[in-house]
């Protein structure tokens, strides 16, 4: 399907979206967002697909929600047309997405990378909350992810003053898992997509479900959900071949990928 406002291929199990308004450095247009849910809604159900790699251009990932388009709106339009619930797709996917970012990541752009699994930095990304220089405040989750990502002190800075933070801040801060020379970004990300990809199926999508409840619940309520689901895994194919497969000293044959 050929889409307005962004690119898709897949390359084996792995699929590649990618932000393409160039012009506008990939600002987050509601057209945006209906090319990106509806290429999410269709690789979340084909079964050929693992997982999932978002990226932009290597000026940016994205410069943030599409401030001309917002410009107009009133409180009573924003609240009526319900102006961020499209956002909220790329939280709700079941297979895991990997932010690929090099350049901006802005605003709603730092957002949208926060919602993905991980993110993986070129070291050229440079990472923002900057919606207080226009008089407003992250409205996608920014003030909430951010925190849980970097800490309270961190992001207070960030979404107080607006500045942005290098490649190597976020890293150390623990907003991304990784960083790479900016000409092996997609590469990086399409092989570590790929090596997930591999894996099982459900026990790919249990860990993920896992590692988000321990955003949403106490300790003792996550390790009790995490040790449910463990146990559920012993009744996939997939569990007994990767344990004979290691006993046999040879590669697993998973059936669930
Ligand atoms: N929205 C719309 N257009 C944009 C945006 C944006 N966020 N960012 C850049 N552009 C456009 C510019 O207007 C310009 O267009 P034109 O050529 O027609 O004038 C083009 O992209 C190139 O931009 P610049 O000339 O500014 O490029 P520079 O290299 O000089 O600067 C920057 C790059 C620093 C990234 C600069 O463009 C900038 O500061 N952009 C805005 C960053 C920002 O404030 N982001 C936060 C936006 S608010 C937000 O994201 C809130 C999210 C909350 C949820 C929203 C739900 C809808």
Redesign the pocket.
Known sequence: MAYENILVETRGRVALITLNRP???N????GLFVDLNAALDSFEADENIGCIVLTGSE??F?????????QPYTSVT?YLTD??TP?ERVSRNRKPIIAAVAG?A??????LAMMCDFIIAADTAKF????I??G?????G?TQRLTRFVGKSKAMDMCLT?RMMDAAEAERSGLVSRIVPADELVDTAMDVAAKIADMSLPAVMMIKESVDRAYETTMSEGVRFERRVFHSLFATEDQSEGMQAFIDKRSPNFRNR
Do not use: T
């Open positions: 012009k506008a450095l600002a987050l247009s509601s000026k940016a994205a410069a943030g929600a599409d401030i001309k388009e917002m924003a102006l961020i956002w901006y802005l605003g709603g752009g730092c957002e923002g909350q900057p919606e220089n226009l407003v405040m992250p409205g996608a920014g607006g």
